[in-house]
């Protein structure tokens, strides 16, 4: 089971809501998932005639929603985005995101610090999507943010765990779950996630924008159930060379085997 | 600098030469490499691209799901007021019309906004002719706290103003300013626009500079197709495009695609630009900026919208009226110009799910920023 603040969840996906067609193909999606967490933007909720028509069927799925604060630019606008997910949804969860950069959407690490640091002061669950940089998430740690959310590349963009040299930093230093959030686009690159030791994926991109939604999304929740496995069963360790079968040292406890010294090196090595 | 300074040292002659000579063999390298790429954009805007429209479209519309996902958010056009002191030879609120003229007042917003949060709309583009003493800043500041309080995203489309202008609107809720250089064609420029303010060619194509240094957050460009050789205008779109993108970082952009349309005392295009040259625009654009948000309006016939909706289109209006007044009264006779798509939000709706496209309402939440 994986513990983020006081909730604990059995599936290590979680999903998000965006991009999918219709309604319907969401709810399946994510039905199919198993997903027990899932995202959603403030900006999209429309409470104006005293209801969301998406909220509703999100709520009837049991899921625990996420508000994301999707859009904010800065520490000031995510503030008042997580605070109005309270007044609206009952929940002080919130998915901080800030990135000012509507290219790439690679987020500000200085306005996340700042806009974390309060919220955690606040009693919010902060969960700050950031780049895969190992100090600042020890920093987004310090401040008491209840998980950390690194890149593996650029939001939608489906390439994979681009930085995985630093993610691997990022999970060997946290002492919370590392969420590995955006760029993941397929469920291989979700499994490898999951061997390398992440607490958890968030797929949202690589689900929606798939042929058969459904269907990928109980890929990604095979993918990660065996990727978990796989980590909890200890992968073998990589090496760059082969392990020989017959060993060159073993003359050193076997004195019955007779290796010649090469001579040439000895008086090189001695002048 | 601003981007009047970039633009001179363009070479549109030459632009052109290379937009017509372009050869297979360079569109489909552009295909290979269109992310940020002037020359790309310049190769699949070129003639020879019209023979690859197919590969761009599938491309264009893998990208466009991609990052904007099966969404297509909807806006309406408010029409504030059809008073203008230019005289422009496409366009039926020329001064010298003898068209009725008005100007909505406080009640009459109120009551257009009414009939539009009523149809779901919560996105609104305020447009107004270009009168700056009549429909002004005064007349902006007294009418935004309606508009404001109603809708969560609000964009204008009214006269270029200077920086300063820009920042009170800001500070009223506007939250994107589109301005439309209508060519980029100089020459043309001057042919077209015979009388008023509207005539200072640099001051229009500065506009988007003074936009984003004031803080406003989407600027909206645009050119008017048909009134010059669209290719051309399209691709220094694009240079304005990229100028901007590199200028101001944080600052979103569309742009609005909008071909010359019949009105009151209006010309005829002098290049017409066929649906199939459409949709290699739109498809160039997306390939060459694939985070950029691209309008369709209901100038376009309701087939050929349909169509285009999972090519590169990520925001269009529908049950559109391009008359101040225009929802309380359709018939008033005001239109800046004719509609092809007269369809009901509802229809349009059913179609965008039909063809497996979500109808956004909602995509912005004022307070963040006006609270």
Request: charged share 20%; aromatic share 8%.
């Amino acid at each position: 089971m994986l513990t983020i603040a006081d909730h604990q969840f059995s599936s290590r996906l979680f999903t998000g809501t965006g991009k999918f067609a219709d309604h319907n193909t969401m709810l399946q999606a994510i039905a199919s998932s198993g997903s027990q967490l899932v995202t959603l933007a403030m900006k999209r909720i429309d409470l104006t005639r005293g209801h969301d028509n998406l909220l509703g069927p999100l709520q009837s799925l049991g899921v625990k929603l996420l508000p994301n604060t999707a859009g904010a630019r800065n520490a000031k606008e995510a503030i008042f985005a997580a605070e109005l997910a309270y007044e609206m949804l009952g929940t002080k969860w919130i998915k901080l995101e800030i990135h000012p950069d509507p290219k790439y959407l690679l987020p500000d690490p200085i306005e996340t610090l700042i806009a974390a640091q309060y919220l955690c002061e606040q009693g919010y669950i902060v969960m700050p999507y950031v780049h895969a940089d190992p100090v600042l998430c020890r920093r987004l740690e310090e401040v008491g943010c209840a998980a950390v959310m690194p890149l593996g590349s650029p939001i939608g963009s489906n390439q994979g765990l681009a930085t995985e040299t630093f993610l691997r930093i990022i999970i060997e230093q946290a002492t919370i779950p590392v969420i590995i959030d955006a760029g993941i686009g397929a469920p291989s690159q979700a499994c490898r996630a999951m061997e390398m030791g992440a607490a958890a994926v968030l797929v949202n991109t690589a689900i929606a924008s798939s042929a058969y939604p459904q269907k990928m999304a109980k890929c990604f929740a095979d993918a990660v159930a065996t990727g978990r496995q796989a980590y909890l069963a200890g992968l073998g360790a990589v090496n760059h060379h082969a392990d020989a079968t017959s060993p060159l040292t073993a003359f050193l406890t076997d004195s019955s085997i007779k290796v010649p010294i090469p001579t040439a090196h000895i008086m090189r090595d001695s002048t | 600098m601003t981007y009047s300074t970039v633009f001179s040292q363009l070479a549109p002659d030459a632009l052109s030469m290379k937009l017509y000579s372009t050869t297979a063999k360079e569109v489909e390298l552009a295909l290979r490499n269109p992310s940020g790429n002037i020359d790309s954009l310049l190769a699949l805007l070129s003639p020879a691209a019209m023979a690859y429209i197919e590969p761009m479209a599938q491309q264009a519309a893998q990208l466009t799901r991609q990052r904007f996902g099966a969404n297509i958010g909807l806006f309406l056009p408010l029409y504030l007021s059809n008073l203008c002191a230019n005289e422009c030879d496409y366009c039926g609120f020329s001064m010298s019309n003898k068209v009725k003229r008005k100007t909505l007042t406080q009640e009459e917003l109120a009551a257009e906004i009414a009939i539009i949060k009523q149809r779901g709309f919560d996105s609104i583009l305020l447009v107004s002719g270009e009168h700056e003493t009549k429909v002004g800043m005064g007349y902006f500041e007294s009418m935004l706290p309606i508009v404001n309080s109603a809708f969560n995203y609000v964009a204008m489309e009214v006269q270029p103003l200077d920086t300063h202008q820009y920042q009170r609107l800001g500070q009223l809720g506007v939250d994107a300013v589109m301005v439309y250089q209508e060519t980029y064609r100089p020459h043309t420029y001057a042919k077209h626009h015979t009388r008023g303010k509207k005539q200072d060619f640099i001051y229009r194509l500065d506009t988007p500079d003074r936009v984003a240094k004031a803080g406003i957050d989407k600027i909206g460009l645009g050119v008017l197709l048909g009134l010059d050789d669209w290719r051309l205008d399209a691709l220094l779109m694009g240079f304005h495009l990229d100028y901007l993108e590199k200028t101001y970082w944080r600052n979103r952009y569309s742009i609005s695609l909008p071909r010359l349309r019949p009105c009151t005392g209006g010309i005829t295009p002098k290049v017409e630009l066929t649906d199939a040259g459409l949709v290699q625009m739109i498809c160039a654009f997306r390939l060459f900026n694939p985070q950029l948000e691209i309008s369709l309006s209901t100038r376009e016939l309701p087939s050929l919208r349909d169509n285009l909706l999972p090519l590169g289109i990520t925001h269009m209006s529908a049950g559109s009226s391009t008359q101040p007044g225009g929802y309380m009264t359709p018939d008033s006779q005001l239109d800046q110009f004719e509609i092809s798509d007269s369809r009901s939000v509802e229809q349009v709706v059913t179609q965008m799910k039909l063809r497996g496209i979500n109808p956004v309402w909602k995509d912005w939440e004022m307070g963040w920023v006006k609270g």
